[in-house]
């Protein structure tokens, strides 16, 4: 992954930046991004992908880009003016490790099972995480014993 700054503009108080991100994969796939750092926070302008993304792709995409983003940014100003704290740069919401993380995301789950909607992007909703980590903790949850195995040994 690489990340080259385009431009910036200045006006006033308020900086606006763009970035070049590029996300090169083992397999030749590759993803370009224009994304946007702005007052409001970090904002994907254009996308281009070979092959083209899914749309669970094209929702983990700012999981992807996130941390190398600000990486280049070094300590960006946020909105106030004011260096953004390390803790404020992440979308996602604070969940717990461990097992309370597991009893929640079982929680979770079944309530989402319970109402007929998928249990999966309840998860990846109440997480803030792509789909392949939501999976990877449903797996915990399971192994935890909080839900039920995915399949009945013989």
Do not use: K, N
């Not at 989402?112 to 992007?121: N, R, S």
């Amino acid at each position: 992954m690489s990340v080259r700054r385009a431009w910036e503009v200045r006006e006033h108080e308020v900086t606006t930046s763009w970035f070049d991100v590029c996300l090169a994969f083992a397999d030749g796939a590759r993803v370009d991004v224009l994304a946007v750092l702005a007052e409001g926070g970090v904002f994907v302008e254009d996308v281009r992908a070979q092959p083209p993304l899914s749309l669970d792709d094209l929702t983990a995409l700012a999981d992807w880009i996130e941390g190398p983003l600000f990486e280049a940014c070094g300590g960006e100003p946020g909105p106030s003016g004011e260096p953004e704290e390390a803790s404020s740069r992440h979308a996602r919401p604070a969940w717990p490790r461990g097992i309370e993380g597991r009893r929640l995301v079982a929680e979770e789950y079944l309530a989402a099972q319970g109402e007929g909607i998928d249990p999966v992007l309840a998860v990846m909703c109440a997480t803030g995480h792509s789909r392949r980590r939501a999976l990877r903790l449903i797996a915990g949850a399971r192994d935890a014993g909080f839900l039920t195995p995915r399949h009945v040994r013989r």
